[in-house]
């Protein structure tokens, strides 16, 4: 399984994975180098440090490796968020490979080190390079998640519309987010205001000179932008894709719900008891009974209350149906509405 896929993830517009393909794949390096080749690199220091401490040792302390563990668990922290939602957010590659990072230096390069010079004063030296090249491979990893995000989302193109990472526009005074559904926007002219609206209800957008207007079913809105002309192309843009989106939505659902309604239709509750069978359909009525000729001897009174019986069961089959159906369908729309 590749941790960063080679096209553009959560893109199916072949147009728009090839205008931003040389983007992604500078992105794709550096992002494998900051949250991926470094910070198991780290880790791998660490445990040469965890090694260090059973130099003239006849048993390794066992609470020697503990900065090693601490320091492989927030690699694999990091690696396992990137590959489930990292990718979709590059707004938060810096914090999350800082975060990760700093906390491998503060829990393993730093006590790691600490616990080798005491142990094994000897490598002294070795210990130290280790040491320094763990908070250099640290710092490294954070510059190098910035240029990823940098390479990705500057300068940007009207392509990163039609993709599900936040776009940022900055300034001066005004700090504009694209979101997947809604733009949000704060304004710092004066008195500090945050505000934002839903696509759902942006009715057009209009540049002016330093500034959009977005026209929504409650009024209009005037945000301040550096380059106006590019903001709104870029929310036209993203405006249209999640137009699209939605209604591809609504069509999946409205097929789903159909093929629900079909398969409704065609339960069929069966029961057999005493020569007696009966059929219901999904709605509890009776659509067959059949009857074997060994009931002619019995009760009218006992023919009727088998009957019975069998029509209960038959009826409470088909319910076990109509339920296992609803809820199979309620549980493929709570796993689509997680992703």
Known sequence: MTLIPHAIPLINDPQVVHALAA?????????????????VAIGIVCVVLAGMTSAGQRIMPWWS???AVAAAACAWALLSWLRRNGLSDPHSWLPATTLMTGAQLVLGVLPGSGIALRLSPGAAIAVKALCAAGVLGAGSASALARLAHRSLLSAPVLELGSTAFPLVLDSNGA??????????????????????VSFARILSVTAHSHAITLHTTSGSWTVPVADPATAQALLRRRITWWEERRDAAAEREQRRYLDLVNLLAAVSGEATRGGISVTVDSNGLTTGIALSPEVRELEPELLAAQLMACVQKA?????????????????????????
Do not use: E, F
């Open 175 to 196: 700090r504009v987010v694209i979101g997947t559904d809604r733009v949000d926007w704060t304004t710092r002219t004066g008195a500090r205001v945050d505000a934002g």
């Open 23 to 39: 983007r992604w794949r500078r992105t794709r390096t550096l992002l494998l180098l900051s949250a991926g080749v470094l910070p």
């Open 315 to 339: 009826r409470a089959d088909a319910r076990r149906q109509v339920q296992d159906l609803v809820l199979d369908h309620a549980g493929d729309q709570m796993v689509k509405a997680s992703h």
């Open 65 to 67: 490796a503990i900065p």
